[in-house]
């Protein structure tokens, strides 16, 4: 199945600079959830930016938020699945309801708070999706199995361009020419 702008939402998890800092490949994960955001943006598909704890964890990464402005909705947990989190959950459901239920993650940590909400996605009927150049966890091989225990979970695997493209659909658009600059 193919992602679609107008049947989708964007979660960004847990995207902490206390977090971020310990990540294997921590400019590449943000530079990924950043051309999510901006290409979301674009397209109105609306986001969701989930803070573990923020009062021990700290703020959403300066550049992420400063590229959500006030387009997006930021949400406290302390649950490792945004979904077992009852106000997240109730978002979700009521995107769902106006015809976005496919949802696509990026953030951290791939093993933990982005794999339990993925499942737990999948497992309550959304058609979720993964960007895996925009998830990461402390050591490579933690995100090597988050990955391959999502895809056996009926979790869709793909990237940042992949995503960007399939929400385009087609070029010659002014969407293209601002999303294609994204990806150059």
């Avoid at 998830?135 to 995503?163: C, Y």
Wanted: with cysteine; net charge negative; aromatic share 4%.
């Amino acid at each position: 199945m193919l992602l679609d702008h107008a049947r989708s939402q964007l979660l960004i998890v847990d995207m902490q600079d206390r977090l971020l800092d310990a990540m294997t490949g921590r400019d590449d994960i943000l530079s990924a959830c950043d051309r999510l955001i901006r290409a979301a943006q674009i397209l109105d598909i609306p986001v969701t930016v989930s803070e573990q704890y923020p009062k021990g964890l700290g703020p959403t990464n300066e550049t992420l938020r400063e590229t959500l402005g006030n387009r997006g909705e930021v949400m406290e947990k302390v649950e490792f699945s945004c979904y077992r989190n009852a106000a997240l959950q109730a978002r979700f459901q009521e995107l769902r309801r106006k015809g976005r239920p496919q949802v696509i993650l990026g953030g951290i940590e791939s093993h933990v708070c982005v794999l339990q909400t993925a499942i737990d996605l999948a497992e309550n009927g959304f058609e979720t999706f993964v960007a895996a150049d925009a998830v990461g966890s402390r050591a490579k091989e933690s995100r090597k199995l988050a990955l391959d225990r999502l895809a056996a979970n009926n979790v869709g695997v793909v990237n940042t361009e992949m995503a960007l493209f399939e929400w385009l659909g087609k070029a010659g658009t002014p969407e293209f020419k601002e999303i294609q600059a994204l990806v150059k």
